[in-house]
């Protein structure tokens, strides 16, 4: 028990980690499904561990591509062509 809650942890860590470094929800919702999936296997046990590692995929994939939709209040960098100075201006979508 106490090696499926640290590895669901590790997993669980690794998802948000994985997820931050894209705002793509396509990359973020397949992370988050087969995270979802691999933390659901160890959780369930018999014949639940199928059901288990599904219910995990399903959930895994809604957080994952909703991770990236925390982009909107984000700023990018960029560099006026002209005059060689950046400036920060929201990022485009």
């Known amino acids: 028990m106490l090696r499926s809650l640290f590895l669901t942890g590790v997993l669980g860590g690794s998802m948000a980690v994985m997820a ?26 018999g014949s639940g561990r199928t059901a288990a590692a599904l219910a995990g ?21 960029y560099r006026d062509q002209r005059t060689g ?5 929201p990022c485009p979508n």
Request: glycine share 18%.
């Open 85 to 89: 100075g950046t400036y920060r201006a």
């Open 57 to 77: 995929a399903a959930a895994g994939t809604a957080i994952g591509a909703n991770a990236g939709n925390r982009s909107s209040n984000r700023t990018c960098l």
């Open 20 to 45: 931050g470094c894209t705002d793509d929800r396509n990359i973020n919702a397949a992370t988050g499904a087969l995270t979802g999936a691999a933390v659901g296997s160890q959780i369930g046990s």
